[in-house]
């Protein structure tokens, strides 16, 4: 148990995140025309966010200072805003991101302290340049799209997390449908009854949207859940369990960030859960001297699982949840003056559909 607690501490606080100073080795995928928009082969998984500035430095100095305004797990796109020698800014040259502080951006070029450069060498051939080549470049063709259209395109290309959509409505289903029929051969009465298992809920999960915090692998979740269980004995006799629960927890995306799309993300789950109860029970025989009996109290529990969620770049989802769910029901005393306690327990197999916004 020691040994959990320490990996999961280890874990949560190296999660995604890169501090100023800190630097990283880059290769640039795609430039535009003017080099103010590239497209870098480093993205969330090495812990870039959206926001972050860097100073993109070669061995000749410093060739830029820009802002990452798309990134992906494998990808980001940078607006450079400050251009210092704009000929070391080509396709497949290989170059250190330093992350810096970040600072104020003006449009206004009079305010500019420094007057940005401009290419002076068309050519992106980064050997002509004598640029240092990624291993296995020179498979990128040339860039003949306009800065508007160019910088559509990369966003379009890494839009693959969606952290601006921190808000999920989900539903939660589990339904078991029959009916029973019992017929005695004596040539009594037939019973009939309902044979089935409802579980119907809605819920809402939160997460965080800075995904460079140590928290941005946890997410809040609740939701409100229905159930009920018919079921009919061979003589007739039948019983009803009506259980209404609210459920608070939290989710921990431990090797995915919740915002990925297009990608099956494993979650570890654990909730606790607060509820009424209703159970009634019915002998199934006309002429029985026991009437028919109910009683109701209040439900408490917990459940801990794995699954496993799945998002589109428009927010809608879907999840698939295993999880081990116990329950205790206390029911109030009865006419007998007998006070009865219910536990349920064992796993669970749920699916559900949600929509983030």
Do not use: C
């Not at 798309?70 to 990808?75: A, D, E, I």
């Not at 009939?192 to 809040?220: C, M, V």
């Not at 989802?317 to 306690?341: C, H, I, P, W």
């Amino acid at each position: 148990m020691k040994m959990f607690f320490v990996i999961f501490w280890i874990l949560t606080f190296n999660a995604f995140a890169l501090e100023v100073d800190e630097k990283l080795t880059v290769r640039i995928i795609r430039t535009s025309e003017s080099r103010k928009t590239v497209m870098v082969n480093r993205g969330v998984e090495d812990g870039l966010a959206e926001g972050d500035h860097a100073k993109f430095v070669v061995t000749a100095g410093i060739a830029g200072r820009g802002v990452a305004v798309k990134v992906s797990p494998t990808r980001s796109v940078w607006s450079i805003y400050r251009l210092v020698n704009a000929d070391l800014i080509v396709n497949d040259a290989v170059m250190t991101i330093k992350i810096s502080p970040p600072v104020k951006i003006t449009q206004d070029e009079t305010k500019n302290l420094v007057q940005e450069d401009t290419p002076s060498n068309t050519s992106e051939d980064p050997k002509e340049l004598g640029i240092p080549l990624h291993e296995g470049a020179d498979d990128l063709g040339k860039n003949s799209m306009d800065e508007t259209s160019e910088l559509s395109a990369m966003r379009s290309e890494v839009s693959q997390i969606i952290p601006e959509k921190n808000l999920e409505l989900f539903t939660i289903l589990n339904i078991s449908s029959l009916s029973a029929k019992t017929s005695p051969d004596s040539g009594g009465d037939s019973y009939t009854n309902s044979q089935s298992y409802h579980h119907i809920g809605l819920g809402g999960e939160l997460y965080s949207q800075k995904e460079r915090e140590w928290y941005s692998a946890w997410s809040l979740v609740t939701s409100l859940n229905l159930m009920r269980l018919n079921n009919q004995s061979y003589n007739g006799s039948s019983s009803t369990n009506d259980i209404t629960e609210v459920s608070l927890g939290t989710n921990w995306h431990f090797s995915k960030l919740p915002s990925l799309t297009l990608d099956f993300i494993p979650y570890l789950h654990f909730s606790f859960h607060l509820g009424t109860a209703k159970s009634s029970y019915s002998e199934g025989s006309e002429n029985s001297p026991i009437d028919d009996l109910s009683g109701s109290g209040s439900t408490r529990g917990f459940s801990v699982g794995f699954g496993y969620k799945f998002f589109t770049h428009h927010g809608y989802g879907a999840r698939v949840l295993l999880d081990y769910y116990t329950r205790s029901e206390s029911y109030d005393e009865d006419d007998q003056t007998n006070v009865y306690t219910k536990t349920v327990s064992g796993p669970r197999l749920m699916v559900g559909l949600g929509y983030r916004f």
